[in-house]
Structures are given as C-alpha cells and as structure tokens.
C-alpha cells in the first residue's frame, strides 16, 4: 500500500474549466519528491486537495490506503496532524514568539506542559533555531521564518511533510538551508513533498520529479531534473 | 482554562465600545425579564389578595331571624358554585363594627346590635360565578341587600392581561436583539483572531479547542449580564419586603395557597435570570461559531 495515491484526480475551480486533468500517482512512504511545472500549472491545488482544502470533482485519494473524502469532520484535526505543511508566506502570528508560534500546534491538542517544553526546543534545535527561541517572526530574515514554519509543522511528528514553494520568498543561499533540513528530516524517516517551480533547487538534489502542465502529468522520474 | 481567560481579556481591551454596548443590550435584556416576571407574579399576587376578598354578601331584614338564615345557609352550601359560606350574626357585625371603629367612642355609644343586619359571606369557586350568584339571591325571601365587588377584580384582570401582553412581546424582542448582539460580538471576535484561527487549523486543532474561547465569551457576556439585572431584583423585592406591601407572601399565580417571601422570590427569580442568560450565551455563541468559524 502506497502511503499517499491520487487515482484520476479531476479539479474544476470554474466549471468547464479543468485545473488538474486525469492526475494520477502515488507515493511511498519516506519518499522525496518535488511537484513542478509553471505558474498556474496546478501545484497547488494538488497540494489543497490531499489536504482537504478543496474537494475534488473526480477521482479518488488515498492517504494510507484510506479515501481521504471519507474522512470524518471530528477526524479531521487528526488527519491534519498527520500531514505538516508549510507555505510560501510562512504563516507565523506576529504577536508570538518563535517559541509560541512552534508550541501553538501542541496547544491546540492539549498536550502536556511537559511535553510541549520537551518537543519545542528540540524541534528548533532541529531547523537550527534554538537560539532564536524568544524572538519575534519580524525580527527574523525569510530563511529564518520558513524554518520556524518548518519546526511548527514537525511538533506532530507528521508522516509527511507539505512544502508548497517553501522557499519562493526567500534569497537562494536561505532556501539551500530550507531544503537541507527538509532532506534530513526526509532521511529520518518522513516523506517529503515539495512543490516548486525553483529549478536551481530541483536540479541540486536530483530526487523524484512530477512535472504538471496545465492540469496534467507530464513526466513522472526517479533522479530526474526540471527540464527532464 | 487561563488560555480562555486571556483571550477574553484580550477582547474585552480591543473592543471596548462592542463590550460596553454588549453589556448594556444584554443587562437591558434581562432586567426586562426579570420586571416581567417580577410584574407578573406581583399583579398575580395583588389579584389573589383582590379575589380573596371578592364575595357576595347578603344582608337579611331583621324579621328573617338565625332559624330561617341557618337552612339558608345549608342549602347554599351544597351549591357547587359556592365555596365557602360564612354567618355574620348581628352581634358578630357589631363586634367587627366595633374592632374597626375603634377610636370612634361617639359612635360605638350610639350603636347597638339591633341596628346591623346579619349576613352571609358567600365565596364562588370562580369569581366569574359572583355576579350571576349575586343576581339569584337578589330575588329571594327576606333578602334585604346583596353586595359584591367583582368589577375591581375583573377590571384588574384585563389590565394585568394587557400588561402580560406587551411585557411578553418586550421580553421576546430583547432576547432577539441579544441574541443578534453575541451573534455579532462573537464574529467581531473571530474576525479579529482570524489569522490565528487560520494557523490553528492548519496545525491540526480539534475543533472544540478553536471553539471553546468564543462559547466562553458568549456565556461570560451573558451571565454577567444576568447577574447583573439579578442583584437590581434582590434590591427592588427587598424594598418589597422592607415596605410589607403583602402582608402574606407573594403568590405565584397558578398555584393555590402558595406564598412566598419576596426575599426568597428574588433568589429564585435571580436563578432563572443566570440560567436564562446561561442558556442565550450558550446556544447564541455556538450558533456564531457554526457561522462563521467554516470548515
Ligand atoms: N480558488 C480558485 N478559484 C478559481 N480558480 C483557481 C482557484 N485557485 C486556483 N485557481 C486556478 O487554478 C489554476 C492552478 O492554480 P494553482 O494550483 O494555484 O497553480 P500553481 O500552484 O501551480 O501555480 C490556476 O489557473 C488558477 O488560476
Ligand atoms: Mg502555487
């Protein structure tokens, strides 16, 4: 069983008009793999869509061999634990610090004082932020902020990690930081999915490519490159 | 529980002006509850006090003597209407006479027994039977007079209806307006934390931990509220008591013979109100939350 498989996955925002056409693949656990292709190609919405942002008009997705359309609002929350995600603008509260901002996605499950004093520094320690615990997302660079970002999305210890071009905002010599530490918390175990459209990037780590145009899978490659 | 509580106070400090009104529209609200059912038991009590006093009484001539008044009296108690029948003897309507009199001297000398007629004190099941018993009597033997007050009780009746009415029809407005009042407060609140409900959700809380803060804030509104307008009950139905306005209690309405102490009515009134304001913050901050907090 495949830890994640889109099963001839149709999206319509405006009817008539298919955003993803007939999309289907899967993914193992542990894997990494980068979803690219232009600008309005459709990465996104691959992304809302294992997330339950959006609803699909056909098709099915399985994540862990379960029709993730069965899912149950009260299982919901649990279902979002499962799958970290991190976006372009970061999405950090301003009024916290890097250390509320991480342990807010303990708090909203009521876990321990304990262990949210346990979890959070060593998820900081993880994006190399331990030392920045007290400060405020403004005072921090765009690297920075993704990796907070990225510490937040892995308190859950989440079988698969979202990246939907995480590092977009961010200058190049930050986003090769950004994707070191999504390798290692890749080689520990969890899958990683990144959409981007940053071919420095893609072609750097040389991991499997699926490559989307216009609603469709175009390519689909173990090793592969942007332009492959 | 401290996490629910800071985010109130964060609220209660960014939206003053929503808080202020909150609380006035809601307090209002309540007040008018708790006057309502104040109005109502005080007119139902005063309406009781009129009742028990609404009789017939039926003066005999002097010649109809205790031996003819007696069956008179007899068969007048197995009528159905008739709940109780009282004899006031012409010494017995002295004695009255005299207690009331009493700081007459004159006029106590002047009167003898002889000159008061003896009576019969008719009480009806119903007062509506007053004036048709009144009428029968009117036309039997060796009755002189008969008097009844029943227009007092039935012109208080019908003003009471109309002010139950109106207090009704105040009581359900306000609780709308209330309603409406947390309905809006609450997506002020949500929309002000809206990035945070965002980030929240994202992280995977459950819903009831997004949730909780704003039915809490709902409640806390409208308890307070109701606790409010309960302490100003307490005060007015201790003025009642202080005053002894009803010697015997206040009566709730539809239960016979049942008084009660203004002071302990209020408490009583005080836990409908917080109840009542329990029950509008609960069921009006989850309808807000259903709204506009979307999945
Ligand atoms: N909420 C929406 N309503 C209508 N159209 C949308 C919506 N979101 C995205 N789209 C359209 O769907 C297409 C794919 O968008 P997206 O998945 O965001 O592309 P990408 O992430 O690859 O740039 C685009 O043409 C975009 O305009
Ligand atoms: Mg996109």
């Given at each position: 069983m495949s830890q994640i498989e889109f099963k001839n996955v149709t999206k319509e925002y405006i009817s008539g008009v298919k955003v993803l056409d007939d999309v289907s693949f899967s993914v193992e656990q542990g894997e990494f793999i980068f979803i690219v292709g232009p600008s309005g190609a459709g990465k996104s919405t691959v992304i809302k869509l294992l997330l339950r942002e959006e609803s699909m008009d056909n098709g099915q997705i399985l994540f862990q061999g379960k029709n993730i359309v069965e899912i149950l609002p009260s299982e919901m929350p649990d279902y979002r634990r499962k799958i970290g995600v991190v976006f372009q603008d970061f999405k950090l509260l301003d009024s916290k610090t890097v250390y509320d901002n991480v342990a807010i996605s303990l708090e909203v499950v009521n876990a321990d004082k304990k262990d949210i004093k346990n979890i959070v520094p060593n998820v900081l320690s993880l994006v190399g932020l331990l030392d920045h615990a007290d400060y405020r997302p403004q005072e921090l660079s765009g690297g920075e902020k993704q990796r907070v970002a990225i510490a937040r999305a892995l308190a859950h210890e989440p079988d698969v990690l979202v990246a939907d071009e995480a590092t977009g905002m961010i200058d190049p010599d930050s986003a090769d930081e950004v994707v070191e530490i999504l390798e290692k918390i890749n080689s520990l175990g969890t899958t990683v999915i990144m959409a981007s459209h940053d071919q420095r990037i893609v072609d750097k780590l040389t991991k499997r490519v699926i490559k989307i145009e216009k609603g469709k899978i175009v390519s689909d490659k173990k090793g592969g490159k942007y332009r492959a | 529980m401290p996490k629910v509580w800071n985010s109130l106070k964060h609220y209660l400090k960014k939206e003053k002006l929503m808080t202020v009104s909150h609380f006035l529209v809601m307090g209002i609200t309540f007040l008018i509850l708790g006057i309502f059912i104040n109005v109502v038991v005080?007119?139902?009590?005063?309406?009781?006090?009129?009742?028990?006093?609404?009789?017939?009484?039926?003066?005999?001539?002097?010649?109809?003597?205790?031996?003819?008044?007696?069956?008179?009296?007899?068969?007048?108690?197995?009528?159905?209407?008739?709940?109780?029948?009282?004899?006031?003897?012409?010494?017995?309507?002295?004695?009255?006479?005299?207690?009331?009199?009493?700081?007459?001297?004159?006029?106590l000398e002047s009167i003898s027994a002889s000159v008061l007629p003896a009576s019969l004190e008719i009480k009806t099941k119903d007062i509506a039977d007053l004036e048709s018993l009144s009428n029968e009597l009117g036309q039997k033997e060796g009755v002189e007079e008969v008097r009844f007050y029943k227009d007092v009780v039935e012109r208080f009746r019908s003003v009471s209806n109309t002010v139950y009415i109106v207090g009704a029809v105040l009581v359900v407005s306000f609780f709308i307006i209330s309603y409406s009042v947390i309905i809006s407060s609450l997506r002020t609140a949500i929309n002000s934390r809206g990035s945070e409900l965002e980030v929240m959700k994202l992280v995977g809380a459950n819903d009831s931990y997004i949730k909780k803060p704003f039915i809490y804030q709902g409640v806390f509104f409208s308890v307070m509220s109701a606790v409010v307008a309960s302490i100003l009950m307490i005060i007015l139905d201790f003025g009642l008591s202080k005053w002894d306005i009803f010697s015997k209690g206040l009566s709730i309405g539809f239960f016979p013979d049942f008084f009660i102490s203004p002071v302990n009515f209020s408490l009583i009134l005080s836990c409908i109100l917080i109840v009542s304001g329990f029950l509008l913050g609960y069921f009006g901050s989850n309808a807000a939350v259903k709204k506009y907090l979307k999945y």
């Open positions: - | 005080l007119s139902q009590t005063m309406l009781k006090y009129l009742e028990d006093q609404a009789q017939v009484t039926v003066f005999f001539k002097d010649e109809f003597g205790e031996d003819k008044i007696n069956p008179f009296k007899d068969q007048l108690s197995s009528d159905e209407r008739i709940s109780e029948v009282t004899y006031v003897s012409k010494e017995e309507a002295l004695r009255i006479f005299k207690e009331i009199n009493e700081d007459q001297p004159v006029l």
